[in-house]
């Protein structure tokens, strides 16, 4: 498995597992649609979301508020516009 597979996998680990149900529901869905695709950047800033507060990202998708400029990525983005469908 090459180093970026590994770093994928924690991730990955790292995003369904959050401690917060809604949120890692969330971010399975938002991790199986869109994580295998990402590049080391990309990956880079996905770790940088994971270091965020869970009640503030989950805040900022739930459209109560929203990131600082500073917080801004390209994947924290692409993370806040990703429509979540509930399970049948």
Same mark, same amino acid.
């Given at each position: 498995? *090459?180093?970026?597979?590994?770093?994928?996998?924690?991730?990955? !680990?790292?995003? /369904?597992?959050?401690?917060?149900?809604?949120? /890692?529901?969330?971010?399975?869905?938002?991790? /199986?649609?869109?994580?295998?695709?990402?590049?080391?950047?990309?990956?880079?800033?996905?770790?940088?979301?994971?270091?965020?507060?869970?009640?503030?990202? !989950?805040?900022?998708?739930?459209?109560?508020? *929203?990131?600082?400029?500073?917080?801004? *990525?390209?994947?924290?983005?692409?993370?806040? *516009?990703?429509?979540?469908?509930?399970?049948?």
């Amino acid at each position: 498995m *090459s180093d970026i597979e590994t770093y994928r996998r924690k991730l990955k !680990f790292r995003a /369904d597992r959050r401690g917060f149900r809604e949120l /890692d529901l969330y971010m399975q869905q938002f991790t /199986d649609a869109h994580l295998a695709r990402f590049d080391e950047r990309q990956l880079r800033e996905f770790e940088a979301v994971l270091d965020i507060p869970d009640q503030h990202v !989950f805040d900022w998708i739930m459209g109560r508020g *929203s990131p600082e400029a500073g917080q801004r *990525s390209e994947v924290l983005d692409l993370l806040l *516009s990703f429509t979540y469908a509930a399970p049948r």
